[in-house]
């Protein structure tokens, strides 16, 4: 299911001149989550590849996350042109 921004969202959280304060809160809220270099290898190999692979997941979505903050910052009260 996807998740849409509305435009009263935008407004009131993504173009608020403090917003990148609250980014680098969620991107530092998830390091851990996602650091790889911290992952205890003394575990049976399923469970590092395992971990692995949920920490990817999570790095995925926090960057995807930010990109769609950025887009819907940059689009917003854009009006789309049609020359038709």
Do not use: N, Y
């Given at each position: 299911m996807a998740v849409k921004l509305t435009k009263e969202m935008v407004q009131?959280?993504?173009?608020?001149?403090?917003?990148?304060?609250?980014?680098?809160y969620i991107t530092e809220h998830f390091a851990n989550s996602i650091e790889i270099e911290t992952i205890d290898v003394s575990n049976p190999s399923t469970t590092v590849h395992a971990e692995v692979i949920a920490?990817?997941?999570?790095?995925?979505?926090?960057?995807?996350?930010?990109?769609?903050?950025?887009?819907?910052r940059q689009n917003f009260n854009k009006v789309k042109v049609t020359y038709e």
């Open positions: 009131a959280f993504l173009l608020h001149p403090d917003w990148v304060i609250m980014e680098q920490r990817q997941s999570i790095d995925r979505d926090v960057k995807s996350l930010k990109k769609s903050f950025a887009v819907a």
